[in-house]
């Protein structure tokens, strides 16, 4: 007997240190979950607080608004937007997206300016260019067809000097034939003269060979002269159009 009572109360104690174990055990998760708790309700507690701030900041922006909106109702009607087809039936917001987007094509407008200013800038500049280059043609053309008409004149009056000296040329190559004077008054005729002292009847005629020749040759000396005056204008006149291009480009 004394044994199995012996045996009861080592079981007993050892029912007891393991109890004791659950006991401990269960106390630890139940402090831990208690801070658990403790934690969510101190996080529950600061929305609850936060939630209120919000409310109260909605109250007062509920207000606020609804004063808003008086005031907006007010302008729309002092500057005629409820009246305006344009704005009739939109609301502030849409009014306001309207005018973000005119801004927003005011902007690209005002680039767009930006933009045709700097070519015409550009296109002026290019047209003073021009213009300067113009003046400069004109001067160099006024001053060529100056050259050329000078140019023309010194040809019609070397021409003007060919044909006079062409008389004095011809004057030279033909001897002039000096007839003797008589001493006495008296008219001589045929009868008072013999046949040996008769000239014949074309003594004083120039020949036709060499007078053609002579012709001729105060022709060809003139295409000639002609000729060569031709080229030099043309000359010139490519010269002046050469630089003319030059200039141009």
């Known amino acids: 007997m004394a044994t199995s009572n012996g045996k009861s109360e080592k079981m007993s104690k050892f029912e007891m240190l393991k109890l004791l174990e659950t006991c401990r055990k269960e106390r630890d998760d139940a402090l831990q979950r208690e801070s658990v ?148 008054k008296a008219s001589q005729t045929d009868m008072s003269i013999s046949s040996s002292q008769k000239l014949p009847l074309n003594a004083f005629e120039t020949t036709k060979p060499f007078s053609r020749d002579g012709d001729k040759q105060t022709a060809l000396e003139k295409q000639h002269f002609s000729s060569v005056g031709n080229s030099y204008i043309q000359e010139r006149k490519a010269s002046v159009h050469g630089e003319t291009k030059g200039i141009q480009n």
């Open 37 to 184: 708790l403790r934690d969510k309700l101190r996080q529950n507690e600061s929305r609850v607080r936060s939630t209120e701030s919000l409310k109260q900041k909605l109250k007062t922006l509920t207000v606020d608004n609804k004063e808003l909106k008086k005031q907006v109702k007010t302008l729309r009607t002092e500057i005629g937007l409820e009246n305006s087809p344009g704005f009739h039936g939109k609301t502030t917001k849409d009014i306001i997206d309207d005018l973000h987007e005119k801004e927003q094509e005011c902007a690209a407008l005002l680039e767009k300016a930006g933009r045709l200013s700097q070519t015409v800038d550009d296109l002026t500049a290019k047209l003073s260019n021009a213009v300067t280059s113009k003046t400069l043609l004109e001067d160099q053309v006024q001053s060529l067809q100056q050259n050329l008409k000078d140019m023309t004149n010194n040809q019609r009056r070397l021409l003007k000097l060919w044909d006079d000296k062409k008389g004095q040329r011809e004057q030279l190559a033909f001897p002039a034939i000096v007839q003797k004077q008589f001493t006495h």
